[in-house]
T-cell receptor, first 109, second 116 residues
Framework: GQNIDQPTEMTATEGAIVQINCTYQ??????LFWYQQHAGEAPTFLSY????GLEEKGRFSSFLSRSKGYSYLLLKELQMKDSASYLC??????????FGRGTSLIVHP | GAGVSQSPRYKVAKRGQDVALRCDPI?????LFWYQQALGQGPEFLTY????????KSGLPSDRFFAERPEGSVSTLKIQRTQQEDSAVYLC??????????????FGEGSWLTVV
């Protein structure tokens, strides 16, 4: 089976940096995804990590440590439009992504 | 098409009514997934197709739920005798397929089902 844990809610200030953590347990591993979901909209793909280390993509970076069952999403230079839910998803042995419950990020001025 | 397309976007059904939700995946995508998302929760897996074969339906909550993809492209999720607990957003997603690197799934905008 798989288990994914991420904080329910975080708040941050516009222009700041925020790190959203995700821990997981799984019997098979084929990659970890991060998705962004604005209220009332579909999840949109942000990043995919299959090897340990940091993947940087503009203001967003994602880190993975397979030995620790740990990932984080780092958002820099926060903007109001970054207020959304951030979903951590695990691709296990079956290659079917399993999602966490999401972290609601509130960015305030 | 350019993205995953779902219809209807919104559906209000009376309890006991049957509903059918349609998904048109990205052209050429082999894999197709259905997820159910309740308010404030992450998407929960329902079922998975590789081409026309339904390889995993372990997430379907009851035998009232049925999905098909007869020609390996468009898929339909059918819910019979809807109940109030079926109210949720039903998300369809597709990917190139597990054998490709970066088996990223891309979501449609969802079908919002409300059972009254």
């Amino acid at each position: 089976g798989q288990n994914i844990d991420q904080p329910t809610e975080m708040t941050a200030t516009e222009g700041a940096i925020v790190q959203i953590n995700c821990t997981y347990q799984t019997s098979g591993f084929n990659g970890l995804f991060w998705y962004q979901q604005h209220a009332g909209e579909a999840p949109t793909f942000l990043s995919y990590n299959v090897l340990d280390g940091l993947e940087e993509k503009g203001r967003f970076s994602s880190f993975l440590s397979r030995s620790k069952g740990y990932s984080y999403l780092l958002l820099k230079e926060l903007q109001m439009k970054d207020s959304a839910s951030y979903l951590c998803a695990l691709s296990g042995g079956s290659y079917i992504p399993t999602f966490g419950r999401g972290t609601s990020l509130i960015v305030h001025p | 098409g350019a993205g995953v397309s779902q219809s209807p976007r919104y559906k209000v059904a009376k309890r006991g009514q049957d509903v059918a939700l349609r998904c048109d995946p990205i052209s050429g995508h082999v894999s197709l997934f259905w997820y159910q998302q309740a308010l404030g929760q992450g998407p929960e897996f329902l079922t998975y197709f590789q081409n026309e074969a339904q390889l995993d339906k372990s997430g379907l909550p009851s035998d009232r739920f049925f999905a098909e993809r007869p020609e390996g492209s468009v898929s339909t999720l059918k819910i019979q005798r809807t109940q109030q607990e079926d109210s949720a957003v039903y998300l369809c997603a597709s990917s190139l397929g597990w054998q490709n690197t970066g088996n990223t799934i891309y979501f449609g905008e969802g079908s919002w089902l409300t059972v009254v």
